[in-house]
Structures are given as structure tokens and as C-alpha cells.
């Protein structure tokens, strides 16, 4: 993410004043949501419209087995449904107004796991997950609904699992980016200990945010609860997409006052400014 | 400023998923910086800086009688630096990346009130005025150095001022856009009853906000002066800028979903996301 700054001569009565533009480059930071098993991309369009607000372009988008795919309901695979998330990432990245390097990806609960697994495929510089969801590695390419027909699904999620143990968690080991993990206190199909197991494996990133939804359940029934949330999100991407921009637009400045320090000397560069 | 909501269709394997990008329109929000008499643009870059964080083109500029055109020093008028505001007011709207419906001026001590009287001349929709100055109307073709040598200026400066009895007072009086006033608290140049006169002729602004540097001189002197100024200035900033991105997005949004609602028919849009 780029600040351009420029030197620029405007023309008034017959005299040239002086001027410096400072810009944003023409790319934005690209935000990509991911919704959770039963639900769709509608759940995220008021997140979406927020971070457009921050200047980032968004996609949501709907997993294959709901909405206008629901015949596969039955039938779609995790696998499937990772590569929907890449050929999401894909698109986002491809548009000419977006920065590659500048990406966030943005799970709840299913959504939040197959994001941390895109992670090991395609760069992700800020990963936010809300309740993700864990599931055994086995059965990859077994229709996800069966995952919930095992009886021990539950059960799996209330022990601590090594990083090295889980394709999700290995992933959060290997993400060296700025991570969100946003738990709801009273969430009936995601554990503490899954939120735990995250956490734990997500030591090695960057920066590491975590947050509790207080009286939440796992869907967000309650609208402060989704209140809650959405401010946690916003708060954390403004802190990721404004920062990046601020840090970008310092090293341009230093090395714009530099170049001009090397050609100007100006005696009232640092005289306060007068009445 | 508008946010742009667009239907997409992306393929993987042999299907389509639907996806919806939101993104802010291609026109950013432009802040112009005006110094104050005696200054430079250089005191503006940091501001500069942040604010291209924000998503905004911004630009400093050089007043003449200042920088490369202080042999003009001792003869500029008011006159002519309006015309440089209005000059680089003219050259940043004239930019394909700027929305010229979304303007903001900053303007110091003198440039806050040169600022006032640009609103007259054009449209801004946000003005930041940073211990604004106060001249009388007279003279103001005359060298703007002379009105320092009229020993009535401070005495000026003291007496409450009806809005209709100045022109940057009058200018702020048919102000609506929204308004930042910040003050010095030890204000060697410009007395609080400047800033009474600013903040009583605004009372017409869609919003005022009004803030007190404690401690301040009126050149900033004090690093902690400086820093209370830029996040004062760059929190405003950010509630304008952001804010306004907001509603315009949330207004794209309502259209994008009641387009759709006329369309299909969603099951599963309301549903809570499950596991």
C-alpha cells in the first residue's frame, strides 16, 4: 500500500505558487468475507459496507451448497468449498484496483476455518475469525455434512489440540500476519477450547487480537451481540488498513523531505507560524 | 462520495458462485492544507500524511509572500493569497481522483481565514480553522504586512464581533457544511475572543466541533501542543471522511437490497449461521 506524493506548480495571476500533493496509490486494500455453514454473504453485507467506508474493496460471497448452489447441501465437501474460497480470493486480487499485498480475510465459525486453510495457499495479511469452527482433518473430500453425523464432533472440540495435529491450526502456526479472533461467551457449537486451541496456535503472528462477545451465542441472536462484534471488526480493521496506509505515507514523506532537502534550502522550514 | 455495489459470478470447478463487491467509487475526498502567515507548507505534511491514510488527496501549497516567493513578502496582499487558495483549491478538484463534492479545508492562524472566505467561492463541505486570525476589511488590496503596522489590530482582536460586521465572520454565518475550530490556550496572537467570534458566527454549520490545546502557544511550540492538534484535526478527519463514505455505502446498500428482494427470494437470508 502506497502513498505518492508529488511536487506540483499552480498557476495564479502570472506568478507560480508551489504545492505537494499527498495520495493514496490507485490500489486498495481488498477485504474478502466468508460466511458460515447455513449461512450467506448477506450476513456480511453491513460489515462489508463498513469496511468499504475504510477505503478497502470488499467481496462477499456464497459457499457453494447455499442460496442459489443449496442442492449441494448435502453433497459439498470442504474441499469444494476451500476452492470457492479461492477462486473468491482470486477474483478480489485480480481486480486492477486492488493491492495484492494489502488482503484480509474476514471467517465466521466454518467460514473462519477454511479461512485460516487459505492462508497456506495465497497471502493473507490480516486474518479475522469469529467463533471458527475445528474439525478432524479426516474426510476431506466426505460431504461436510457428515462431519456433523460423527458423534465425536462435539467431543473434538472440547480438548486442547496441538498445532501440529490440524490442518486450521497448522495453518495459524505458519501465519505470520495480524490475526482477529472474536469468541461469543456463550457459543453452543464452538467450545472455549476451540477459541483456546486458536490462540495457542496463532502465536506466531504479528499482531494478535482477541475479544469476547459478553452474553453472545454462537448465530448472534442478540443484536448488541452483532452490534458488539461489528464495532470489534471495524475498530481492528481501521487499526490494520489505516495503520499500513500511515506507515506507507511516512517512508514516502521521509524520502520525499530527503530529495528536497538535497536540492533547497528553506529558512522558514521550521520558523513557527507567525499571526 | 459513493460506494459502488456490484453482482459478480465467479467460477470454480465446473459451477458459479455469486458474490457481491462493494467498493468506494473511484473519487476520493480531497483536504487542502493552508498555512499560516510566516509558515509554509512544510508544517502541513505531517497532517498531509495522515490524512492520505484516511483515503484523501491532499495538498500544501506555498502562500506567495512565502518559500520561493518571499521576495514578494513586504507587498502580498490578502487579495493575492486568496487567489492562490483559490488557485489550489481549483487545481485539486481539478483532479480525476478527487470528488469535488467532498472538499475539506484546513487552514491556520492567517490561512484559517483566508479559508472562511474561500467558502464563499467555493464549495466545502468540511473547514478546520486552527487558531483562525482576524483583519479588518479594510484594505484588502493593500500589502497584508500593513495591517500589522496598524496598532489597532490587537485591540481589534478583543472586542466581540457581529458576524455581519466582517467578512470572514459573514463567511462563516453561510457556512453549512461541517466545521472544526481549535484553539490555543495561550494564544499570544490571536486572544479567545477571536475564537468566541468564529465559533458564534458558525452557529449555522451542520456541525461544530470545538476543541482547547492546553498549554498551547499560538505557533505550536510545545511538541505535546503539536500532537494534540494532529489527533484533534485527524479524528475529526476521520468522522467526516469515514462517516460520510458510511452513508453513502449504507444508501447503496438499501438500493443493492431491495434491487435483489424485487428479484429472488432467500431462504436462508435471515437464517443465523450455523456450526
Redesign the interface.
Known amino acids: 500500500m502506497e502513498?505518492r506524493l508529488e511536487s506540483?506548480a499552480?498557476?495564479?495571476?502570472s506568478?507560480r505558487?508551489?504545492?505537494?500533493?499527498?495520495?493514496?496509490a490507485?490500489r486498495?486494500p481488498g477485504v474478502l468475507f466468508v460466511?458460515?455453514?447455513?449461512?450467506?454473504?448477506?450476513?456480511d453485507?453491513?460489515r462489508?459496507?463498513?469496511?468499504?467506508?475504510?477505503?478497502?474493496?470488499?467481496?462477499?460471497?456464497?459457499?457453494?451448497g447455499?442460496?442459489?448452489?443449496?442442492r449441494q447441501w448435502e453433497t459439498v465437501s470442504r474441499a469444494?468449498n476451500l476452492?470457492?474460497l479461492?477462486?473468491?480470493y482470486d477474483?478480489l486480487v485480480g481486480?486492477p484496483?486492488v493491492d495484492p499485498a494489502a488482503i484480509a480475510v474476514v471467517g465466521?465459525?466454518?467460514?473462519g476455518y477454511l479461512a485460516t486453510i487459505l492462508t497456506t495457499l495465497r497471502p493473507v495479511r490480516w486474518l479475522a475469525l469469529r467463533s471458527p469452527?475445528l474439525y478432524r482433518d479426516e474426510g476431506w473430500e466426505a460431504p461436510k455434512r457428515q462431519l456433523?453425523l460423527a458423534t465425536d464432533l462435539h467431543a473434538y472440540r472440547c480438548v486442547a489440540i496441538a498445532a501440529e495435529d490440524n490442518r486450521a491450526l497448522r495453518a495459524c502456526a505458519d501465519f505470520r500476519g495480524d490475526a482477529l479472533v472474536v469468541e461469543s461467551e456463550f457459543d453452543e457449537?464452538v467450545p472455549h477450547q476451540v477459541i483456546e486451541n486458536y490462540l495457542a496456535a496463532l502465536a506466531k503472528a504479528r499482531s494478535l487480537t482477541s475479544r469476547l462477545l459478553p452474553g453472545a451465542d454462537?448465530?448472534?441472536?442478540r443484536k448488541d451481540a452483532q452490534a458488539a462484534y461489528q464495532h470489534a471488526l471495524i475498530q481492528w480493521l481501521?487499526e490494520m488498513v489505516?495503520?499500513a496506509?500511515?506507515v506507507?505515507?511516512?517512508a514516502?514523506?521521509e524520502r520525499f523531505?530527503h530529495g528536497r532537502r538535497a536540492k533547497t534550502h528553506?529558512p522558514?522550514?521550521?520558523?513557527?507560524?507567525?499571526?
Chains 1, 2 share one sequence.
Open positions: 502513498i506540483v499552480i498557476a495564479v495571476d506568478d505558487i508551489s504545492g505537494t500533493v499527498l495520495a493514496p490507485a486498495l460466511h458460515g455453514w447455513g449461512g450467506s454473504q448477506d450476513h453485507l453491513s462489508a459496507r463498513e469496511a468499504a467506508g475504510l477505503g478497502c474493496v470488499c467481496l462477499t460471497f456464497d459457499l457453494r447455499h442460496e442459489r448452489n443449496a469444494q476452492r470457492d479461492v477462486a473468491a477474483w481486480q484496483n465466521i465459525s466454518y467460514g469452527a456433523h457449537i454462537h448465530g448472534l441472536t481501521t489505516v495503520g496506509r500511515e506507507a505515507a511516512q514516502g514523506l523531505r528553506s522558514h522550514a521550521d520558523a513557527a507560524e507567525r499571526k
